[in-house]
């Protein structure tokens, strides 16, 4: 699994509710390049529903290409409808398996302690199931890079120490914006949320000892959004793309990509910068409370107070 099937191997991750579907949206837009957003079917999609390339989620050609090489690698029972982000039994029903403990980011720190030679033995069938998705994808000759769209730190580490060119994109969108998607929806816990939202992006930023800042790239959703195009080149620059398209309107080229499960895929056909949205609706104190948040997290803080003013237009 060192080479990821010939395909250079890029992680999103991202906090959830933070843009991560644009993102891969965006990347998988780009030529040679494929990637499943969300990637999993999990426990609020249907596997009938249609994927975003104008097919059944069942009859999607990258999808069935690389779930037939992992059948004839020896995975008979192997189903995109049912794959898991981690390992977890095969008797677990997709439900339940959001409770498995390896799904839960709070496994991270014990995961990591494993040491790779038992991980090897331990989910024999997870990282050979990984290596044959990637085979299935590289064998086509259509694709160089992969953008694994699942935000999951577990998975992330548990792939670290067998994809030997694994790259990152850390996707960070303000924490007051992350907790207006829920103040809009009436919740009123603001605190818990955004205690997720830090512990989330702590676990992430300690993959930079690991991967060095040339395989870890930390973003913000309001540079996506704002200047896709200095973004996509700042990518192409980090991944060493012969080719991007960063020419407006940045379209989403939607019949290329292959996404299921999420709303915003159904309509989304460019980037729109909807960045600001949270100005001026979120009651100051709670305004506060976020950018507090923010500065507790010190490296985040100053990729924010790195940005124009001007970068934060509508």
Known sequence: ?????????????????????????????????????DTYHGKDSDPRNECTCGVSFLECQPRNESQDEVRRGGLSDFSWATASPVPVPRWMSVQARA?????L???????????????????RRFYLENRLILSG???TGRYDYYFDGCKNPVRLELLRTEISNLKVIHLVRHPAAFVYHFYRLGERKPEERLRQWRNYHRKV???LKY?????????????????????????????????????????LRRSEIHIQGNKMRKTADRVLNMAN???????????????????????AASMYESRSPNDDRN
């Open 1 to 37: 699994m060192n080479d990821a099937g010939n395909l250079q191997y890029v992680s999103l991750m991202s906090a959830p509710f933070s843009g991560s579907t644009l993102l891969s949206m965006l990347l998988c837009s780009q030529p040679r390049s494929i990637g499943f957003g």
């Open 99 to 103: 409770y498995w403990p390896l799904a």
């Open 105 to 123: 980011s709070v496994s991270l720190y014990p995961v990591r302690s494993i040491p790779a030679w038992l991980r090897q033995r331990l989910f």
């Open 137 to 139: 994808l590289a064998k």
């Open 205 to 207: 930023r300690t993959f």
């Open 211 to 251: 991967f060095g800042n040339e395989n870890y790239l930390p973003v913000t959703y309001e540079d996506v959004v704002g200047q896709p195009g200095v973004f996509l080149r700042t990518v192409a620059d980090f991944l060493g793309m012969d080719q991007v398209d960063d020419s407006p309107p940045f379209l």
């Open 277 to 299: 949205k949270w100005h001026g609706k979120l009651p100051e104190p709670l305004v506060q409370t976020a950018m507090e948040s923010l500065h507790e997290l010190p490296w």
